[in-house]
């Protein structure tokens, strides 16, 4: 149901953009959210959006830096990293969840994750 692309190899204080298509919203699923993962951690909440409200929060690590958008004709939700620190190296996912949520476990559904590497 959701596939995340746009990883990729980045210089320190460069930008990228994630996206996140959503095949199938079910009814349930007014939630989409963007989490990273480095070996040995949990997994992280990034930033998240309600679907039909497009009411957004993010992390303390993503604030001035990272937003979240979505775009409801494409089905699609995006993640524009700017100012990306080494620090932000990890794979990203994309979640889809009934309500708001900043732990993994809350998750209905990921995507497949993409790499992110910002090199310094």
């Known amino acids: 149901q959701l596939q995340a692309f746009g990883g990729g190899l980045v210089q320190a204080g460069g930008s990228l953009r994630l996206s996140c298509a959503v095949s199938?919203?079910?009814?349930?699923?007014?939630?989409m959210s963007w989490f990273r993962q480095t070996p040995g951690k949990e997994r992280e909440f990034v930033a998240g959006?309600?679907?039909?409200?497009?009411?957004?929060r993010c992390s303390d690590s993503a604030k001035g830096r990272f937003t979240i958008s979505r775009v409801s004709a494409e089905n699609a939700v995006y993640l524009q990293m700017d100012n990306l620190k080494p620090e932000d190296t990890a794979v990203y996912y994309c979640?889809?969840?009934?309500?708001?949520?900043?732990?993994?476990?809350?998750?209905?559904?990921w995507g497949q994750g993409t790499q992110v590497t910002v090199s310094s």
């Open positions: 979640a889809s969840s009934a309500g708001a949520i900043v732990l993994a476990a809350g998750a209905r559904a």
């Open positions: 199938r919203l079910t009814t349930s699923d007014n939630f």
């Open positions: 959006i309600r679907w039909r409200e497009g009411t957004k």
